[in-house]
């Protein structure tokens, strides 16, 4: 079965500073990977995704991710943090035929003004 | 926003009691997953709901149950409710239904359960 661990329950970033978050996964077969945000008592949002191809995802909202095979992480990355990028964000990746998508427990992303 | 619509936004139900909740898929989207956030956790899968016919579901009872329909709109049904069934449910549709496919996440259901 398929798992994704998002280690850091918080992430506190400065304004203006580069900020990421991690997630590593364990799936059997190819890996589809899959960022999403979520702000208060709100659905899921879609960022971006990783199916195959180059490393660098590039997504919504300047945000971008690097999937890198060796280490099984898919990490989401942005270059200036803004206030507004404060949210819960979510790592996922995809199961076998419909099984779904397999979540982490997700990342509370803090900027700090 | 996607064009996913869940209906309603609240409820709040007791013990024993049935639930039936409702979802839109974004138009031209033909795949309806279910999926239950309880507080503090992610998502975790339900059911998935292809051409009308479940196919995948993820650990839950039969207790837990769904439909979709011609026009791909979605329920999801939950009988003899338990306190531990409190949680926002999510709608998310796809335009079909391999893996590698986009999942737009409706707002929820936040179900209270007493």
């Known amino acids: 079965a398929q798992s994704v661990a998002q280690p850091e329950d918080q992430v506190n970033v400065a304004e203006g500073n580069p900020l990421t978050v991690k997630c590593t996964y364990s799936v059997s077969g190819n890996p589809y990977l899959f960022w999403y945000v979520q702000y208060p008592n709100r659905g899921l949002q879609f960022l971006l995704k990783?199916?195959?191809?180059?490393?660098l995802v590039k997504g919504s909202y300047g945000f971008e991710a690097e999937f890198n095979k060796s280490q099984t992480s898919f990490h989401l990355k942005k270059p200036s943090a803004l206030v507004s990028d404060s949210a819960l964000y979510f790592c996922a990746v995809a199961g076998r035929g419909a099984d779904g998508l397999t979540f982490g427990k997700g990342t509370h992303l803090i900027i700090q003004p | 926003e996607t064009g996913v619509t869940q209906s309603p936004t609240h409820l709040i139900k007791t013990r024993g009691q049935q639930v039936t909740l409702r979802c839109s898929s974004q138009s031209g989207h033909n795949t309806v997953s279910w999926y239950q956030q309880a507080l503090g956790q992610g998502p975790q899968f339900i059911f998935q709901?292809?051409?009308?016919?479940?196919?995948g579901r993820g650990n839950f009872p039969p207790r837990f149950s769904g439909l979709q329909f011609p026009n791909y709109s979605s329920e999801l049904n939950v009988n003899a409710l338990e306190l531990d069934d409190s949680a926002l449910y999510l709608c998310a549709s796809s335009f079909w239904v391999g893996q590698s496919d986009t999942q737009y996440f409706g707002p929820g259901t936040r179900l209270t359960v007493l």
């Open positions: 709901y292809y051409r009308e016919e479940e196919n």
């Open positions: 990783y199916i195959t191809g180059d490393n």
